[in-house]
Structure formats: structure tokens, C-alpha cells
Nanobody, 115 residues
Framework: HVQLVQSGGGLVQPGGSLRLSCAAS????????MTWNRRPPGKEREVVAT???????TYVDSVKGRFTISRDNAKNTLYLQMDNLRPEDTAAYFC?????????WGQGTRVTVSS
């Protein structure tokens, strides 16, 4: 079992930055992979970024060059640094972990990009 607790998010102007955090209840190196997902208002959820246990990362095209997924192994925490934010990045963001065949989710945090 894994518990994921998110922090960060909020209201930011276009072009601004935010960092989301996701603290895991166990070593994130034990996890198969972790992802950041988002669900924009009225739209389907999408995977924004993925990091494997080995540290490989992938991004959805719309955030490449603007978002960075990273982790602090000592703190068992996954991050999503979001730069040059756009109004279309407005969404509820969720961290997710896959571990021993199970799927685990953070509580979600809202990001609003608006002037």
C-alpha cells in the first residue's frame, strides 16, 4: 500500500511558474513508476509526465520544454515543476503511483492559470 500526499498548486498568471509536490509513504524507488496527471475542466484526464523507477522521464507534447518531473529519493517525494504556464494548463493535477500491481492516487490539487 502507498499513500500519496500532494501539495502546491494555486492561482498563477500566464507565463508564471508553480511546483507541485507528491510525498509518498514509502521509498519511491520501490515504485514501478510514477506519473503526474491532470483533468482540465470538462475534459478527460491525461498523463502529463512519467518517471520510472530507473529515472526515465516522458512528457505529453503539450508540456515538453515547460514542465519537469523530478524526485528527491531521500524525501520520497515526486515533483512537477511547471514553467511558462498557459491558461490551457488549468486543471486538477494528480500524482499517481504503480506498485505491485496496484494503482495509488494523490488527493489532487487545483492549478488555475489566469490573468
Amino acid at each position: 500500500h502507498v499513500q500519496l500526499v500532494q501539495s502546491g498548486g494555486g492561482l498563477v498568471q500566464p507565463g508564471g511558474s508553480l511546483r507541485l509536490s507528491c510525498a509518498a509513504s514509502r521509498s519511491i524507488l520501490d515504485l514501478d513508476f510514477m506519473t503526474w496527471n491532470r483533468r482540465p475542466p470538462g475534459k478527460e484526464r491525461e498523463v502529463v509526465a512519467t518517471m520510472t523507477s530507473g529515472g526515465l522521464t516522458t512528457y505529453v507534447d503539450s508540456v515538453k520544454g515547460r514542465f519537469t518531473i523530478s524526485r528527491d529519493n531521500a524525501k520520497n517525494t515526486l515533483y512537477l515543476q511547471m514553467d511558462n504556464l498557459r491558461p490551457e494548463d488549468t486543471a486538477a493535477y494528480f500524482c499517481h503511483a504503480h506498485f505491485e500491481g496496484g494503482e495509488y492516487w494523490g488527493q489532487g490539487t487545483r492549478v488555475t492559470v489566469s490573468s
